[in-house]
Each structure stands twice: as structure tokens, then as C-alpha cells.
């Protein structure tokens, strides 16, 4: 497995480490309910550092970038992000982008680390002026209502920056990005700085008392909670952005690889749609569970977990247009756990936009 630069800050705080797309990273420190609700109380921090970063220089280089996601990067104002996707020919999702602009001339993208080895070539030959950085950037997500609060003892940029915003800052003279993101639902930052000074950054936050460390699986019942997409489990290239309710996030006015598989299956209709799903108690629905109505398979879970600020099972699943709203009873899994379509999001009281 591949390690990152955080990798001996988690094996002395007895992160419980496992592979993850080939990174050892840490599912939990002090157990996931625990890290979970002090993500949603306090603040926590997360290594992100697997995930991919590219650097665009240029007008030509972001038209060659903007063909290859469908959510028009050209278009952002300076300072601000947008999400998006990154899509074949056939407008199946090969991975979700965050586009960050930067300056006038230079934006910023960000992708996960399953789909890297497709991204990067697929970025890098589009244009000379889109670099790839994922080797040397290590990102540290830090969220929670006292995120805020926390981070501008370290960085006072953080102060005013806007939900979706970022921009360059610094930290102890070092030049990093500082992005108002994240993917839990709360108040949060995601800071893409040089390897060498990660486990520095790391340990400086993690001395604040309200900040503790949090692992990959806390990461993933909060980003359940509020409904955010995981990519490789939750759409891959075999699902479209109308499929994995991504529409919202479509520049149809422009051009984009995909677009007329698009368009065509618009208008064509009749494919099956990603819905919330609840149970109502503890038992969840899990990844691959059949989706039945009246005993016949209509659907498939992609995600399920308990939900630890919302008391019950939760979880996503592709289903018919016409079971797609809330309401509808069905069953999942081998056992028929009774299950309820529902809206998104599970958890509405994030912080994310104050």
C-alpha cells in the first residue's frame, strides 16, 4: 500500500489502518460513532492526502479541460468552486471533480484516487498546461461547527471565506490552497499543501483541544448522512449524471464529452434514478443489496450504514423513476429488511454554509 505523508502521525495515535485504492489509511482512531459525532459537535481532521490534484495554467488549457467536465470551469468567477464530473463517451461518470479558479489564469482540480490512473492521462493529454500534483500535495480536511474558530489561530485567511470559496494563503510561510469544502455536511476547510510540511500542519491542529483526528469510516456515515455521492460505489462509468442525480450540476449550453449520450437518454427516459433510502431503526441497508418491490428485484443499494445523528439505517439506491419519491415501501437485501424511499438529506442540521 501506498503510504501518505501522514502515515507515522496515525500509526502513533493508533489509527486502525487499512487499504483503501492502495493508501493505508486510517477507518478509525477512537472508534467511528465517536469521531462522527465530534465531526458534527467539535471539529476533526481528516488525511486526504490519496486524493488526485491537477494545476491548470491558461486560458487554452482550461477549453481543453472544460471539453472533458461537463460543469463549464470557464465560466467560475475567481475565488470560487464548482463541482462537476468527468464523463466517456457515453456519458457514464468516470470520476466527480471539484474546479477551483484560482487567478485569472490558473484554476484547480480535484478527483479521487480510484480513478486517478484514467484521469490523470486523461487531463495530462489534453493540454500541456494541466499538471498533475497529486504526488506532491497533501490535502487535510478539517470539519466541524469549530472549524472556524480552530483554523484562523493557524491561518487567518479562513476568517471570511465564503462556503464553496478558496484561495491561495499561507501557513508559517509555506504556500497552500485553502478551500471553504468538504464532505461531511459541516462547517469545514480543505487545505492542499507540500508533503513536507503535512505531519507539521497535522500536529499543529490536532493541538487545539477542540480537534480530534477521524478515519475513513466516520468519514463515510457523514457524508451518507447528507447525501454526497461516493465515486466507484455510487456511480461509476456504468451510471450518467441524470442517473446519479447530477443534472443540476450540467452546463448544457456548453460542450463536453458526453453531452449528446446525454441528451439522448433525456429524452429516451425511462432509466432508473439514485433515491435516498431509510429503515426505521438500527439495521441498514448495505452496498449490492437488491432493491425489491412486492418480492421483485427493482433496484440495487449503492451505499447503507447506520446513521449515528439521525438514529436509524440510511442509505442510497438506483430505482425507477416512478418509486423515486418519498414514500414507497420496499425491502433490501437477502432478509427483505423493510425499507422507506425518502429525501435528502438524512441530516439537516449541518453547519456547512454558515
Known amino acids: 500500500m501506498r503510504q501518505t505523508p501522514l502515515y507515522d502521525e496515525h500509526v502513533s495515535l493508533g489509527g486502525k489502518v487499512v487499504d483503501f485504492h492502495g493508501w493505508a489509511l486510517p477507518v478509525q482512531f477512537s472508534g467511528i460513532v465517536m469521531e462522527h459525532l465530534h465531526t458534527r459537535t467539535k471539529a476533526a481532521l481528516f488525511d486526504c492526502s490519496h486524493m488526485g490534484e491537477f494545476r491548470i ?7 481543453a479541460y472544460s471539453r472533458l467536465v461537463c460543469s463549464d470551469p470557464e465560466r467560475l468567477p475567481v475565488g470560487r468552486g464548482r463541482y462537476g464530473a468527468v464523463l466517456n463517451d457515453e456519458g457514464g461518470i468516470i470520476d466527480d471533480v471539484i474546479t477551483i479558479r484560482l487567478a485569472e489564469d490558473e484554476w484547480y482540480a480535484v478527483t479521487n484516487a480510484g480513478p486517478l490512473e484514467k484521469v490523470s492521462p486523461l487531463f495530462r493529454g489534453a493540454h500541456s498546461g494541466i499538471e498533475d500534483v497529486s504526488d506532491t500535495t497533501a490535502k487535510i480536511d478539517i470539519q466541524g461547527p469549530s472549524a472556524r474558530e480552530v483554523l484562523v489561530r493557524e491561518i487567518p485567511e479562513a476568517a471570511n471565506l465564503k462556503y464553496f470559496n478558496a484561495r491561495p494563503a499561507r501557513w508559517k510561510n509555506i504556500d497552500i490552497i485553502l478551500s471553504r469544502t468538504g464532505y461531511t455536511g459541516e462547517l469545514g476547510y480543505e487545505l492542499f499543501v507540500p508533503e513536507a510540511c503535512a505531519p507539521a500542519l497535522w500536529r499543529a491542529l ?5 480537534v480530534e483526528p477521524a478515519g475513513l469510516g466516520a468519514r463515510d456515515t457523514l457524508r451518507t448522512e447528507v447525501g ?4 466507484g460505489q455510487d456511480f461509476d462509468e456504468s451510471r450518467t449524471p441524470l442517473e446519479a442525480n447530477m443534472e443540476s450540476f450540467v452546463a448544457w449550453d456548453t460542450d463536453f464529452t458526453g453531452k449528446e449520450a446525454l441528451l439522448e437518454q433525456r429524452s429516451r427516459g425511462g432509466y432508473a434514478v439514485m433515491t ?28 447503507g450504514t447506520y446513521g449515528p445523528s439521525v438514529g436509524h439505517g440510511i442509505g442510497l439506491a438506483y430505482v ?19 425499507i422507506e424511499t425518502t429525501s435528502l ?5 449541518g453547519t456547512c454554509r454558515k
Open 345 to 349: 438529506p438524512f441530516y439537516t442540521a
Open 206 to 210: 490536532l493541538e487545539h483541544a477542540e
Open 57 to 63: 495554467h491558461g486560458q487554452d488549457a482550461v477549453r
Open 228 to 231: 454526497y455521492l461516493l465515486s
Open 320 to 338: 425507477p423513476q416512478d418509486l423515486a419519491t418519498p414514500g414507497h415501501a420496499l425491502t433490501a437485501g437477502p432478509k427483505e429488511l423493510p
Open 276 to 303: 435516498a433510502i431509510r429503515t426505521e431503526d438500527r439495521r441498514a441497508p448495505r452496498h449490492d443489496f437488491d432493491v425489491k418491490l412486492n418480492g421483485a428485484v427493482v433496484g440495487c443499494v449503492t451505499s
